[in-house]
């Protein structure tokens, strides 16, 4: 089981000492978290997308790519990657450059996004929102499995005979996931196609995200890609740790107080009816343990830690503390009660050992260009001619 951090790059006035930090300390400080988390043994980092103020993150490759530059172990990913608004194919060419040079330590989780001003900014009306997360992903998971794509749909130019470069690292794409908040038509895509569900399991109370994992595991199982239980589920969540609860609801009464989300609403009251977990160590380890009777077994767990005007210094305290003090603990008791068969999280490693055993991965040397796609054989000579026509197909 992977445990991590994701963050959506909020610039928000600390309610404690009046201060909002400027744009540059915000990406700094994403920065700094991404290589804590590395430092004290955490899986997985997510930084959202936005294209608005208060939000930093506008370009979560790039951000993702620098960070690749200082780490060496952690999965990047995103908690979300607008599906909506982009277009996929520079999706399709991002994320799979960043896996280049990620070495593979790269996933993305699709969303809409929900913010209305956006869509018309770039071109598009979030009353069809659903309409293009469906069509986008469609796209984009050929264009990450065909050399060679003719497309004609309702949202983009036409393409024929495209190819998206560079290919994905290993002819293997990277991981998605689809993040949803209330779209059953989402955890249905997730099914259909074998991808993972990701909850982000905030601002809603107990019950909520149960209804969506279970049927996209229902519907994972009706896809034929195994059973419910094998199913690849991802949670988010929010937590504030201090060594005595006392103390931690205490440092985050401010900041929960002075969120207008959570205007007139009781701390207390707020933690016991929904997944937010403030509290010691062991509570917020018990919380998670929760989290798998509610959910069953599932593959990664991630926490905001850093939003609504925490400093950076708490916010690496935070890190500091689920590295150190939650995550070893979690580590065993999750796989103490661990089902057979449930699959462990995804990986580029084991995907890539999945699809090819014990043969060399694909290795495609570009052809001479021809100046197009649509006369002649596959733009590319494999390096291996036994998967010159062996294409991946999970996804």
Request: proline share 8%; hydrophobic share 35%.
């Amino acid at each position: 089981m992977q445990f991590g951090i994701f963050g959506v790059g909020d610039v928000t006035r600390d309610p404690v000492t009046g201060r909002t930090p400027s744009e540059a300390e915000r990406i700094q400080g994403v920065v700094r978290l991404a290589k804590r988390a590395e430092e004290v043994g955490l899986d997985v980092f997510a930084i959202g997308e936005h294209h608005n103020p208060p939000f930093i993150p506008s370009s979560p490759t790039t951000i993702l790519g620098h960070i690749a530059a200082m780490t060496e172990r952690i999965v990047l990913s995103t908690s979300v990657t607008l599906i909506t608004t982009n277009d996929p194919v520079r999706i399709a060419e991002e994320y799979a450059m960043l896996q280049h040079l990620a070495g593979g330590r790269v996933d993305l989780v699709l969303g809409r996004g929900n913010t209305v001003p956006v869509y018309p900014w770039f071109g598009q009306d979030i009353r069809r929102g659903l309409e293009l997360a469906l069509e986008n992903y469609n796209l984009l998971h050929r264009l990450w499995r065909e050399d060679v794509v003719d497309w004609d749909g309702n949202f983009r130019s036409a393409l024929q005979g495209f190819t998206s470069t560079p290919r994905p690292l290993d002819g293997v794409p990277p991981f998605v996931w689809h993040g949803s908040i209330r779209t059953p038509e989402i955890a249905e895509q997730a099914a259909y196609y074998g991808n993972g569900f990701f909850a982000n399991n905030i601002l809603a109370p107990y019950g909520h995200f149960e209804r969506l994992v279970d049927l996209y595991r229902q519907r994972y199982a009706h896809h034929g890609h195994g059973t419910p239980e094998q199913a690849i589920v991802g949670l988010g969540g929010q937590v504030h740790i201090a060594r005595r609860s006392q103390d931690a609801v205490a440092a985050f009464r401010p900041y929960f107080n002075g969120f207008p989300m959570f205007s007139g609403q009781s701390l207390e009251e707020y933690m016991k009816l929904t997944p937010l977990s403030v509290g010691s160590p062991q509570e917020i380890i018990d919380k998670t343990m929760d989290f798998r009777e509610r959910f069953g077994d599932y593959q990664r767990q991630l926490w905001n830690v850093d939003g609504m005007g925490l400093p950076i210094e708490a916010a690496l305290e935070q890190v500091e503390l689920l590295g150190t003090e939650v995550v070893p603990v979690l580590r065993k008791e999750m796989a103490a009660v661990r089902a057979p068969g449930v699959p462990q999280a995804p990986t580029h490693a084991a995907r890539v050992k999945a699809t090819y055993g014990d043969a060399q991965p694909r290795r495609p040397r570009p052809n001479p260009n021809r100046g197009d796609n649509v006369t002649g054989a596959s733009p590319y000579q494999d390096s291996d001619p036994a998967v010159a026509t062996r294409y991946p197909a999970i996804g």
